[in-house]
Protein backbone atom coordinates (compact mmCIF):
# COMPACT_ATOMS: atom_id res chain seq x y z
CA UNK A 1 0.00 0.00 0.00
CA UNK A 2 1.15 3.13 -1.00
CA UNK A 3 2.34 5.59 1.53
CA UNK A 4 -0.22 8.63 1.91
CA UNK A 5 1.23 12.68 1.84
CA UNK A 6 -0.79 14.60 3.99
CA UNK A 7 0.24 18.57 3.40
CA UNK A 8 0.07 19.58 7.52
CA UNK A 9 -0.84 22.97 6.12
CA UNK A 10 -3.84 22.42 4.17
CA UNK A 11 -6.73 25.03 4.97
CA UNK A 12 -8.70 22.47 7.10
CA UNK A 13 -5.66 21.50 9.32
CA UNK A 14 -4.76 25.26 9.61
CA UNK A 15 -8.48 26.81 10.54
CA UNK A 16 -8.47 23.21 12.67
CA UNK A 17 -5.34 23.89 15.02
CA UNK A 18 -5.65 27.97 15.00
CA UNK A 19 -9.44 26.82 16.14
CA UNK A 20 -8.10 24.53 18.89
CA UNK A 21 -5.36 26.73 20.00
CA UNK A 22 -7.36 29.96 20.63
CA UNK A 23 -10.21 28.35 22.48
CA UNK A 24 -6.97 26.92 24.38
CA UNK A 25 -5.48 30.52 25.06
CA UNK A 26 -9.03 31.98 25.74
CA UNK A 27 -10.37 28.86 28.34
CA UNK A 28 -6.65 29.24 30.08
CA UNK A 29 -7.59 33.46 30.29
CA UNK A 30 -10.80 32.84 31.70
CA UNK A 31 -9.95 30.03 34.15
CA UNK A 32 -7.27 32.22 35.48
CA UNK A 33 -9.79 35.50 35.78
CA UNK A 34 -11.47 34.04 38.41
CA UNK A 35 -15.28 34.42 37.20
CA UNK A 36 -17.77 32.41 38.81
CA UNK A 37 -18.27 30.34 35.58
CA UNK A 38 -15.78 27.75 33.68
CA UNK A 39 -14.67 28.29 30.27
CA UNK A 40 -17.27 26.40 28.86
CA UNK A 41 -20.24 27.92 30.72
CA UNK A 42 -18.41 31.51 29.12
CA UNK A 43 -18.85 29.95 25.86
CA UNK A 44 -21.86 29.17 26.20
CA UNK A 45 -23.42 32.24 27.60
CA UNK A 46 -21.51 34.05 24.44
CA UNK A 47 -23.15 32.20 21.75
CA UNK A 48 -26.20 32.80 23.83
CA UNK A 49 -25.42 36.64 23.88
CA UNK A 50 -24.74 36.03 19.63
CA UNK A 51 -27.82 35.17 19.45
CA UNK A 52 -30.50 35.52 22.07
CA UNK A 53 -33.43 34.18 22.19
CA UNK A 54 -32.15 30.91 20.94
CA UNK A 55 -33.88 27.74 21.28
CA UNK A 56 -31.62 24.78 23.16
CA UNK A 57 -31.31 22.68 20.79
CA UNK A 58 -29.93 25.28 17.99
CA UNK A 59 -27.69 26.89 20.75
CA UNK A 60 -26.14 22.94 20.93
CA UNK A 61 -25.91 22.69 17.54
CA UNK A 62 -24.22 26.17 16.61
CA UNK A 63 -21.50 25.42 19.97
CA UNK A 64 -21.13 21.71 18.51
CA UNK A 65 -21.91 20.08 21.36
CA UNK A 66 -24.14 17.94 22.69
CA UNK A 67 -27.72 18.58 23.82
CA UNK A 68 -27.44 17.18 27.55
CA UNK A 69 -23.63 18.62 27.83
CA UNK A 70 -25.21 22.34 26.92
CA UNK A 71 -27.93 21.32 29.36
CA UNK A 72 -25.54 21.16 32.03
CA UNK A 73 -23.63 24.43 32.07
CA UNK A 74 -27.59 25.86 31.24
CA UNK A 75 -28.43 24.54 34.47
CA UNK A 76 -25.38 25.89 36.17
CA UNK A 77 -25.75 29.80 34.53
CA UNK A 78 -29.43 29.36 35.41
CA UNK A 79 -28.16 28.57 38.93
CA UNK A 80 -25.59 31.55 38.93
CA UNK A 81 -28.93 33.60 37.80
CA UNK A 82 -27.23 34.73 34.16
CA UNK A 83 -29.92 32.80 31.76
CA UNK A 84 -33.30 31.64 31.48
CA UNK A 85 -35.23 29.30 29.52
CA UNK A 86 -38.90 29.25 28.98
CA UNK A 87 -41.30 27.24 26.46
CA UNK A 88 -40.96 28.88 22.77
CA UNK A 89 -43.97 30.18 22.11
CA UNK A 90 -43.99 28.79 18.77
CA UNK A 91 -43.15 25.08 20.12
CA UNK A 92 -43.75 24.23 23.74
CA UNK A 93 -41.45 21.30 23.65
CA UNK A 94 -38.94 23.32 22.66
CA UNK A 95 -37.10 25.55 25.71
CA UNK A 96 -35.84 29.62 24.86
CA UNK A 97 -32.48 30.80 25.92
CA UNK A 98 -32.68 34.33 27.37
CA UNK A 99 -29.98 36.52 29.54
CA UNK A 100 -30.90 37.84 32.36
CA UNK A 101 -30.00 41.24 33.84
CA UNK A 102 -26.87 39.93 35.62
CA UNK A 103 -25.34 38.57 32.33
CA UNK A 104 -24.10 42.09 31.40
CA UNK A 105 -21.53 42.42 33.69
CA UNK A 106 -19.85 39.03 33.03
CA UNK A 107 -20.17 39.07 29.56
CA UNK A 108 -17.93 42.52 29.96
CA UNK A 109 -15.13 40.46 31.76
CA UNK A 110 -15.49 38.03 29.11
CA UNK A 111 -15.38 40.63 26.47
CA UNK A 112 -12.56 42.31 27.69
CA UNK A 113 -10.49 38.62 28.33
CA UNK A 114 -11.14 37.97 24.44
CA UNK A 115 -9.99 41.59 23.44
CA UNK A 116 -6.64 40.48 25.19
CA UNK A 117 -6.56 37.24 23.41
CA UNK A 118 -7.45 38.98 20.07
CA UNK A 119 -4.05 41.27 20.46
CA UNK A 120 -1.98 38.65 21.28
CA UNK A 121 -3.37 36.63 17.77
CA UNK A 122 -3.58 40.11 16.25
CA UNK A 123 0.02 41.44 16.45
CA UNK A 124 2.28 39.75 13.89
CA UNK A 125 -0.28 41.97 10.92
CA UNK A 126 -0.91 45.30 10.61
CA UNK A 127 -4.58 46.48 11.30
CA UNK A 128 -5.70 46.36 7.59
CA UNK A 129 -4.50 42.89 6.83
CA UNK A 130 -6.28 42.02 10.04
CA UNK A 131 -9.49 43.04 8.80
CA UNK A 132 -8.71 41.75 5.32
CA UNK A 133 -8.19 38.31 6.98
CA UNK A 134 -11.54 38.52 9.18
CA UNK A 135 -13.28 39.68 6.03
CA UNK A 136 -12.30 36.51 4.11
CA UNK A 137 -12.57 33.86 6.18
CA UNK A 138 -16.72 35.92 6.79
CA UNK A 139 -16.73 35.29 3.07
CA UNK A 140 -15.52 31.38 3.25
CA UNK A 141 -18.12 31.21 6.55
CA UNK A 142 -20.88 32.51 4.78
CA UNK A 143 -20.34 30.98 1.38
CA UNK A 144 -20.32 27.53 2.92
CA UNK A 145 -23.73 28.72 4.50
CA UNK A 146 -25.11 29.01 1.38
CA UNK A 147 -23.75 25.66 -0.12
CA UNK A 148 -25.95 22.88 -0.47
CA UNK A 149 -25.45 19.65 1.39
CA UNK A 150 -25.43 16.72 -0.37
CA UNK A 151 -25.66 13.00 0.96
Not at 9 to 28: K, Q
Not at 54 to 76: F, H, I, K, P
Not at 124 to 129: H, I, L, N, Q, S
Amino acid sequence: MAKREYDPDSFGFLVNDIARLYRAELDRRIAQAGLDITPAEARTLVHAARMEPVRQAVLAERMGVEAMTLSGYLDRLERSNLVMRSPDPDDRRAKLVVLTGHAGAVLKQIDAISLAARQVVSEPFAVDEWEQLKDMLKTIRNHLCKTPRTG
